[in-house]
């Protein structure tokens, strides 16, 4: 059995020493030392000799396993070590060839002037409501009824509002006016509060007007707070927004939750007031609408009128934007397209 042993661990290193690859190494490996090698079945057959003859066969065969084992070990690492040096020639990069471009993201223009907006009226003491009191879907009592909208307001049409089917009276926000009531609910004056949000309406798309756009609704409500308050919190907005030789006006007008309500121009941006077709020939452009918050509605969220004035304030972010940039279509903020987002 000695001399069985021998001429297997010489076999054995001529398979070895004739392997080229480490592929070969395991095929030598599972040949000798698996559990079905040769030196295994040779192991098996030990409990058939004498105690003596165990001992030096015994002693001969692990000698031999080891010497066997370790053979294998060196030369699988000489293979490891020439087939990873041949896969590093082949595979070499050079790192000082210039990388690929991959182009990156860019903050889209509709969100950088809200951005821009938000950060302006929070450095004039206004936080921004929270999300879950401005939702974009709504019921009538939050859109039109808490703002008194009459029963009759033609904006209440479905010519002009979206309906939902999800329940009698839900409708998707026609404007961010709904979260001065959820703002207001519950809460004790001092209020001074931003809402930026998505708004729809069943508009005609043209270069425009579009059936989803943004807006920001602004509240504040105190003690003693007058329309002087209000002229001075959107002048110094439009101050800081457009620079500060941009002037503006204040026109009278109409809003069924505030009284006396007024719209803000600025001067156009295409012709530095001189009149153009962008502006119609007057030299000025509507930016937003705005007005003392009407008593009514004070009243309707358990907030004492005579004791409590305020002001609120509703701007569209697109509008905004496309008289700082000088852009005559609403539509290029919504189509995706390289070209115009690339400049932004």
């Known amino acids: 059995m000695k001399e069985q042993l021998e001429k297997i661990y010489e076999s054995a ?85 210039p990388g690929k471009y991959i182009p990156m993201g860019k903050t889209h223009p509709l969100t950088s002037t809200t951005n821009e907006i938000v950060e302006i009226f929070q450095s004039l ?108 919190v959107l002048n110094e907005f439009i101050r800081i927004y457009f620079g500060a030789s941009r002037p503006t006006r204040f026109r009278s007008s109409f809003f069924p939750f505030t009284e006396p309500s007024a719209e803000v121009d600025v001067q156009c941006i295409m012709c530095e007031g001189k009149g153009c077709r962008t502006c119609s020939g007057t030299g000025w452009l509507e930016v937003l609408g705005c007005g003392m918050v009407d008593p009514n509605v004070l009243r309707g969220v358990g907030i004492d009128p005579d004791v409590y004035t305020g002001f609120a304030f509703g701007m569209g972010v697109e509008r905004l934007a496309m008289l700082k940039y000088a852009i005559d279509d609403i539509r290029l903020f919504f189509n995706n397209d390289e070209r115009f987002l690339d400049q932004f």
């Open 13 to 97: 290193q001529k398979d070895l020493s004739a392997s080229c690859s480490i592929a070969d190494v395991e095929e030598v490996r599972a040949k000798y030392l698996s559990r079905k090698g040769e030196f295994n079945e040779i192991k098996k057959n030990l409990k058939n000799l004498s105690d003596e003859d165990k001992r030096v066969v015994g002693s001969l065969a692990n000698e031999i396993t080891q010497k066997l084992e370790a053979a294998i070990r060196a030369k699988h690492s000489e293979f490891y070590k020439k087939e990873l040096n041949e896969k590093l020639l082949t595979e070499r990069i050079d790192v000082t060839l």
């Open 125 to 232: 003491g206004f936080s921004v409501v929270p999300q879950e009191n401005s939702p974009e879907v709504e019921t009538e009592y939050y859109n039109f009824d808490a703002l008194n909208v009459p029963k009759d307001h033609p904006a209440r049409d479905v010519q002009d509002t979206f309906y939902t089917e999800f329940a009698k009276n839900v409708v998707l926000r026609s404007q961010t006016s709904g979260a001065q009531i959820h703002a207001m609910e519950g809460k004790n004056p001092p209020i001074r509060v931003i809402s930026p949000g998505r708004v729809y309406r069943n508009e005609n798309i043209n270069a425009r007007k579009n059936n989803l756009f943004h807006q920001i609704e602004g509240l504040y409500v105190d003690k003693d707070i007058t329309f002087g308050d209000l002229k001075g």
